[in-house]
Nanobody
Framework: QVNLVESGGGLVQPGGSLRLSCAASRGFYRINVMGWYRQAPGKQRELVATFTKTGDTNYADSVKDRFAISRDYAKSTVYLQMNKVKPEDTAVYYC??????????????WGEGTLVTVSS
């Protein structure tokens, strides 16, 4: 199976920046969707930013103009640049990818999550 490994989480002060990375292990023939979700304590998991199948980007309204998603297909890696972070950005951030693998088409996978804490 494909494994997604996130990195880059940690403690950051309000107004600061952080960059998350997520790399997929071998297994994808083609990656169609790459994105980030987050789950704050006591809340449901929500979309943060994603590349769609058509290559468009979608952002949650709460992170527009502050966060930027990017990708490197050659490395099967997706990034999330987080700028001007706020305490309400505190959450576990999950990487999500969908694509065609040796085990089937349009297979979806999640990373284990990386904790981002925004606090002074």
């Amino acid at each position: 199976q494909v494994n997604l490994v996130e990195s880059g989480g940690g403690l950051v002060q309000p107004g600061g920046s952080l960059r998350l990375s997520c790399a997929a292990s071998r297994g994808f023939y083609r990656i169609n969707v790459m994105g980030w979700y987050r789950q704050a304590p006591g809340k449901q998991r929500e979309l943060v930013a994603t590349f769609t199948k058509t290559g468009d980007t979608n952002y949650a309204d709460s992170v527009k103009d502050r966060f930027a998603i990017s990708r490197d297909y050659a490395k099967s890696t997706v990034y999330l640049q987080m700028n001007k972070v706020k305490p309400e950005d505190t959450a576990v951030y999950y990487c999500h990818m969908e694509g065609d693998t040796e085990w089937g088409y349009d297979m979806g996978y999640w990373g284990e999550g990386t904790l981002v804490t925004v606090s002074s």
